[in-house]
């Protein structure tokens, strides 16, 4: 019997530094480098209709949902590409275009609850060839889709969805980031002068620990001309309460590790403790 209204989760993803890989075409286009999956990420309710429509909503402190949109030209794309038609309701915490992979996870959890309503007959790695195209087409990201099909701290040593990604689960401490404000990724991703400075700042070598996998972040931001005058202060105070900490890739704000962090943060802003997220998009329920 055929669901009358189907949700997914995916888990949004935190980069750390990145370099961008162009192919012969959007498949093949992408990024190398690496992040931790956190357990934040996107909910998506998807039901029968017949045009496709997208309601947005960000959960407050309190989880009260607050609708922040009602549209998504690349949701609204991946439906076309695939034909269909569906009303999406997508539902996150964190702060929209604020470097935590929430455009590939909320594509991510749309196109699995759609998959699993129509009875598509999707495989995973067709859903991601999907919500990955989307992405660079759009250039809302490179890399996220690849990271946020499984969990852990990842490295990627390759482009796209099957490119190489090494994942460690060696973090059980909280993740916690403030944020400033958004950094428009297609303005970067988009730029040639800033891609070769963000090139030109990648870690020659692959972090093997998380306290490395901070120290290549900490280089990368400062060589790659992403870093505020905002993001440095609170990187400053980490540093001096010895908290691993980095820049979120693409958005104001910073990341740290560690049962301290969110107390170091707090003067700065809100702040979103998380953790490492142990698997990557799954269903979460599907009413009859």
Known sequence: MTPASVTAFCPGHISGYFKRVDGRDPATTGSLGAGIVISEGVMATVTPAERSSVVVRVRSR?????EVSRSSPPLASALENLGVSVAVETSCRLPISAGFGLSAAALL???TATNRLLDLGLSADEIAEVAHETEV?????LGDVAACQGGGRVVRTGPGIHGSIRRSFDLDAPVCAVSFGPIHTPDVLGSPAQMAQVSAAFPERQPETFTDFFACCREFSAKSGLET???QRVLAECDRHRIP???TMLGEGIFAYGDRACDVLRPFGEVYK??????GVRIVEAVA
């Open 62 to 66: 309190e989880g009260a949902p607050a």
């Open 109 to 111: 959890a749309t196109l």
């Open 137 to 141: 087409i759009f250039r809302t990201g």
């Open 229 to 231: 005058p905002a993001v």
């Open 245 to 247: 900490a980095a820049m």
């Open 274 to 279: 998380m953790g490492m997220a142990d698997a």
